[in-house]
């Protein structure tokens, strides 16, 4: 079984969901080859890509999360979805419990990305405190969409809220090319001792395995010694990522080959059952519907 926990839907109709994106920079994928839902079906089908998580494309939508809850809502029993909202506005916490009153399941921070190379430190205020609270009382996953420079800042909110489960987005976006102890991801590495933080290995990790003096089997496999493969999940990126998805499962595959079958299980299947509760009670769909 694979679960795919990073993809991204974009309507249609831009008129029922139109553009407004996050720091006022629409992103070029979104642009050029978006994806709506009824076609993610069709390429999970046809990439064998049993189910998948759907976040919320800042650079499309901001914080208007209309589009990914209603596209969990047309495939429940396929997709489940992480929301985003300006965790430091005063309403943050009624806005965090209306999308998940939508069926949504995880919430994401984007602080950090291709439409936005600065990293923001909002998410550490005392203004987003009842956010992460929220979070925490509802066992809430959240996503961090960030930079390695960070880091740092990131642990004063894990020790302030030591409960909230974690997921960094693309490994934090940590280099790799200086190779073995892959010395630049330091602050990455300083938080394996935290055990509600996560990695969500994408094809950004995967592919600065590949360069310099790293190598996959070295740094990802430094990234599982570090935290165990029950606080690692795959996701594709998809559609954001250029290679089609069949392309980003084999990338996946092949990098990851060095390890077990049963660590390989947990990353592209189990850790994702228990972040994502909703995706184990649903019953597995293997045909698609529009």
């Not at 995967?206 to 496999?221: C, D, R, V, W, Y």
Request: hydrophobic residues 45%; aromatic residues 10%.
């Amino acid at each position: 079984m694979i679960i795919d926990t990073h993809t991204h839907v974009i309507a249609t109709d831009t008129k029922k969901y139109p553009l407004a994106p996050l720091f006022g920079k629409q992103s070029t994928w979104s642009a050029e080859h978006p994806l709506d839902y009824p076609d993610m079906v069709k390429a999970n089908v046809a990439s064998g890509v049993d189910k998948a998580v759907l976040v919320q494309a800042s650079s499309a939508y901001a914080f208007d999360n209309s589009y990914t809850a209603d596209s969990v809502a047309a495939h429940p029993e396929r997709f489940t979805g992480v929301f985003s909202v300006d965790v430091v506005a005063p309403d943050a916490p009624a806005k965090m419990r209306h999308w998940m009153g939508k069926g949504l399941t995880g919430m994401r921070i984007f602080t950090s990305g291709s439409t936005h190379a600065a990293q923001e430190t909002f998410f550490a205020e005392e203004a987003a405190f009842p956010a992460w609270q929220l979070a925490s009382d509802q066992g809430l996953p959240v996503c961090m969409q960030m930079r390695v420079v960070g880091l740092p800042l990131l642990e004063t909110v894990i020790k302030r809220f030591p409960r909230v489960r974690i997921l960094l987005d693309h490994f934090a976006r940590a280099e790799a090319a200086d190779g073995p102890p892959f010395t630049s991801a330091a602050p990455l590495w300083a938080l394996a001792k935290y055990p509600n933080v996560y990695l969500k290995l994408t094809h950004r990790p995967i592919e600065q395995s590949m360069k310099g003096k790293a190598t996959p089997e070295a740094f990802l496999g430094k990234a599982i010694r570090e935290f165990g493969a029950a606080r690692i999940c795959w996701g594709s990126n998809f559609p954001a990522a250029d290679p089609p998805l069949p392309e980003l499962i084999e990338m996946a595959r092949k990098a990851l080959s060095f390890l077990p079958q049963a660590d390989q299980d947990q990353i592209f299947c189990k850790t994702a059952l228990a972040l994502y509760p909703a995706l184990a009670s649903a019953p597995r769909h293997s045909g698609a519907r529009a």
